[in-house]
């Protein structure tokens, strides 16, 4: 939305859309059952990255055919990836 959104002067968004945005954001996550990111409500997204969303991101979650781990690869084993928060996914491939 952020780049249909129109800027001021100071090559700004205005606040208030910023503000109505993110309750609608906040509001699609907990809906869905999405993880909300970590650095909210402190920061919109990480440093360096964009905010992207999918429908079927959130439609995967609302059906929890699909969940979201922030975690690194501690190590794989046989049908199985091992992370660094102690959980395991099951997986036949695992792309670098």
Known sequence: ???VKPFDSEFQHDTTSNIKQMHQWSAL???SGA????C???EIKHEGHT????DLWFV?????????KVATVDHLSAGGVHL????RLDADIVVV
């Open 60 to 68: 995967g979650h609302h059906m929890g055919k699909l969940c979201t």
């Open 1 to 3: 939305l952020n780049f």
């Open 40 to 42: 909210w409500p402190e």
């Open 29 to 31: 996550y907990r809906k």
């Open 84 to 87: 660094s928060d102690g959980s």
């Open 51 to 54: 905010i992207s969303v999918s």
């Open 35 to 38: 993880t909300i990111p970590e």
